[in-house]
DNA sequence: TTGACACATTGATGTAGATCAAGACCATGA
DNA sequence: TCATGGTCTTGATCTACATCAATGTGTCAA
C-alpha cells in the first residue's frame, strides 16, 4: 500500500509559496492577479526553535511554509502545553480576519515561509472569489485533520499514538518520495521527543519509551537521531487503531 | 462576568434554520437568492438517540440545526468513540465537495434540522460569492474550537474537563437567557453522561464522579436530572484550567 | 581533550482515571 | 402493584501513563 496523498506532494512540488498554491491549482488565476501576489510577498527564515509569535501577539500577515516544519501550540497558565497544528511545506498559517494570533507560531526546524500582508490580501482575496474557496477548501481539509487529531487525543493509547504520528508524517512528509522502494520507506522525522509529546498529549519519557518499544520489535529503524526507516508501512499501521482502510484525511 | 457569545445569541433568535444564517447576517443577500435557497429547503426531525447518517455513509445534503442539539462522532473497529463536533441551533453540518460523511452524525436530544440538497447549495455558493465567504468565516470558528478541544483533550485533567464542558455549554446553550439573572445561570445540560464521556474522552464513571464532587463543592447545583444551576460562574470558570480572560473563540 | 549543553534513554515509584461490579433512581406500562 | 429497562451513582481494584531521578550520547567550542 504505503499510500502517499497525491494532492499535497504534487503541490509542494511545482508551488509551495503560495498560500493558495495558486499555481498548481488555480487554472483561472489571471495574470494581473498573479503579478499582484508576486508584488506583497515576502520571505522570513526562522531557526529551529525560534518563535514567529506568540499567543495574543498581534499578526499583519497570512504565511505559507516553503521548507522546514512549524507548530501551532497552546500554554495553559502553569506551563501545560498542547500542539494544535503542525504545518508542513504548502501549509497555510494565519486567520484572515483576524488582528492576533490565537496560538503560539514556532519553527520546529529551521523554516522559510513565505508571507503576505494582511490587508492586501483581504483585499484581493474580495476581488477574486475562487481564491476564498480555495481557502474555504483547505480550512475544511484543516478541520478534518483536527478531528483525526482529536480521536487520538482522547480515544487512542500511547502506542497508537506514536504509530500514528509516524504515519501521519510519514504520508505528509514530501523528502519520503526519495526512497518509497521496495515497500520501505526512510524520512526524516523532524521533531524532537519533546515536540512529539506535545503533538500526542503525553510525557517525553513516554514517546521515548514507545519509540523504543517499536524500535525493539522491529516495526521502526531509527538510523542516527532522526532519520527513520520503516520496514513495512502496513505493519506500523496496524499499530495505529486506525480503520485498515483508513480514509485519507490528512 | 458571565459572558455570553452575543454573536451566537443574536443569530439563533433571528434566523437559525438557515445554513449561513443569512437574514441575521447577510445585508447583502438579495431577494432571488433567499427565494431560491426557501425554495430548495427542507426540514427533518429525529428523536434523540436516532442516528442522521453513519460515517461512509452518503450524504446528499448540508443543513443547519433548527433545534436540539446534535453531535458528529468517530468509532475506532474496537468501539472505542470520541465526540469531534457538538451542533447546536444555528450551527452547520456537511462538506460541500464531499460525497459521503466522514462522521455518524446523531441526535442528541429530539432533533430537527433544516436542510438543502447539496447539488442546488454548491450552486448557489459558486453564484453568490459572500456565502462562501460566511461559510470560510465558520469553518475558521469551527477550526478554533477544534484546537480548542484538543487542548482539553490533551492536556486537562478529568476534573477540568467537566468544568469547561458545563462552562461551553451554558456559554452557547441560546435558553440560558431565561434566566441569567444575578450571576446565576439556570439551563439543560442536554447530554446523557455517556455523551459527555465522548465529549471528554473519560468514562461515563470518571464524568458521573466529577459531577458529583463538584455538586458537593457547591459548584453546581443540579435540579432534577438534566437542569443544572451555576450559581457562580466565574467560580467554575476557574476550574477549567483555562486563562481567566479566556478568549472567545467558542 | 575536555567541558558544556541539548537531547534521548532507562529505571523506580506514584497516581489519575479505567475497569469491574453492585445498587439506586425513575419512568413506563402490564 | 410490581416488573422492566434505561440512566446514574458509588465502591473496590487495577493499570497505563506521569513523575522524579539518574545516566547516556552527540555536537560544538575553547
Known amino acids: 500500500m504505503t499510500r502517499v496523498s497525491p494532492k499535497t506532494l504534487s503541490f509542494s512540488q511545482e508551488c509551495n509559496d503560495c498560500p493558495i498554491r495558486h499555481r498548481a491549482v488555480c487554472a483561472r488565476c489571471e495574470a494581473d492577479e498573479l503579478t499582484q501576489l508576486e508584488q506583497i510577498k515576502y520571505y522570513r527564515s526562522f531557526e529551529a ?7 495574543g501577539d498581534k499578526m499583519d500577515f497570512v504565511a505559507s511554509v516553503v521548507t522546514g516544519i512549524a507548530t501551532l ?11 494544535v497544528g503542525l504545518l508542513l511545506p504548502s501549509d497555510f498559517a494565519g486567520r484572515p480576519g483576524r488582528e492576533t494570533s490565537a496560538y503560539d507560531v514556532t519553527a520546529a526546524t529551521d523554516l522559510v515561509m513565505c508571507c503576505f500582508r494582511k490587508k492586501p490580501f483581504e483585499e484581493m482575496m474580495l476581488r477574486t472569489p475562487h481564491i476564498g474557496q480555495r481557502l474555504l477548501e483547505m480550512t475544511l481539509d484543516e478541520l478534518d485533520a483536527a ?23 510519514a504520508r505528509r512528509d514530501a523528502s519520503l518520495q526519495l526512497s518509497a522502494s521496495d515497500g520501505e520507506l526512510r524520512f526524516d522525522l523532524p521533531l524532537t521527543r519533546e515536540a512529539m509529546s506535545e503533538y500526542l498529549g503525553l510525557t517525553l519519557e513516554t514517546v521515548s519509551r514507545q519509540m523504543s518499544a517499536l524500535r525493539k520489535e522491529g516495526l521502526i529503524v531509527t538510523e542516527g537521531k532522526r532519520q527513520i526507516v520503516i520496514p513495512d508501512f502496513d505493519a506500523l ?3 495505529t487503531g486506525d480503520d485498515s482502510d483508513g480514509g485519507f484525511l490528512i
Chains 1, 2 share one sequence.
Open 49 to 55: 526553535g525560534q518563535t514567529v509569535v506568540w499567543a
Open 73 to 83: 501550540s497552546q500554554t495553559m497558565e502553569d506551563g501545560r502545553r498542547q500542539m
Open 147 to 169: 478531528r483525526e487529531w482529536m480521536l487520538l487525543l482522547g480515544r487512542k493509547t500511547a502506542r497508537e499514538k506514536i504509530a500514528s504520528l509516524i504515519c501521519i508524517i
Open 237 to 239: 499501521l496496524e499499530e
